[in-house]
């Protein structure tokens, strides 16, 4: 039992880190997308 209830919980753990991965390179690539944006905006 406690075999397995530990498994599984390192699993959820590395989802989780995987998630805040995600996370972080999405919000990375649309923050660099808004200053691209903004630096368009500016040239035009």
Same mark, same amino acid.
């Given at each position: 039992?406690? /075999? !397995?209830? %530990? /498994? ?7 989802? /989780?880190?995987?998630?805040?991965? +995600?996370?972080?390179? %999405?919000? =990375?690539? !649309?923050?660099?997308?808004? +200053?691209? +944006?903004? =630096?368009? /905006?500016? !040239?035009?």
């Amino acid at each position: 039992m406690w /075999k !397995s209830n %530990t /498994k599984a919980h390192k699993h959820i753990n590395t989802i /989780k880190e995987k998630l805040k991965l +995600i996370c972080a390179t %999405t919000f =990375s690539i !649309s923050r660099g997308r808004k +200053i691209t +944006i903004q =630096s368009e /905006k500016k !040239s035009a």
